[in-house]
């Protein structure tokens, strides 16, 4: 199924794609999220990802960090679901369009996705882990 992964990791707290800001009469992005979306595609750069051409797998795993609750507690966090805003899917935006032009040409490349939110273990650092790969002709 699939072929040629390639991988990735960028450092700190996840981010989120905003909604849309309009000014006279415009649509535009903000500056947070336009930001994250420049991180996302420095990283995959430096990390040497390759355009892929065809159709694209990908998987966004967001780490935020360990729940202050949980750090005060004797007993070690060792991570977990996070089912709290931001969502997901909003992760997932950022990441597929700052990664435009880099590892694909266009995000509707992506034709299997998979986002998880999570909570990093006490001692981790945040982080987003981001797996692509080239997706055989065959579909499942």
């Not at 750090?71 to 709290?84: A, F, I, L, M, N």
């Amino acid at each position: 199924m699939k072929k040629h992964t390639q991988s990735f990791t960028i450092p700190g707290k996840p981010g989120a794609k905003g909604r849309p800001r309009f000014a006279k009469g415009r649509a535009y992005t903000d500056t947070k999220t336009a930001n994250y979306e420049a991180l996302v595609g420095w990283y995959a750069r430096d990390a040497g990802v390759q355009k892929i051409s065809g159709a694209v797998g990908i998987v966004v795993s967001g780490y935020w960090g360990c729940p202050k609750h949980k750090e005060r507690k004797g007993v070690p966090y060792t991570g977990g679901w996070k089912t709290s805003r931001p969502d997901g899917d909003n992760l997932l935006k950022a990441v597929l369009d700052g990664l435009n032009g880099i590892a694909y040409e266009d995000d509707a490349q992506a034709v299997d996705s998979r986002v998880r939110t999570l909570f990093a273990a006490q001692g981790e650092e945040p982080r987003v882990e981001v797996w692509i790969c080239a997706m055989d002709e065959e579909t499942e």
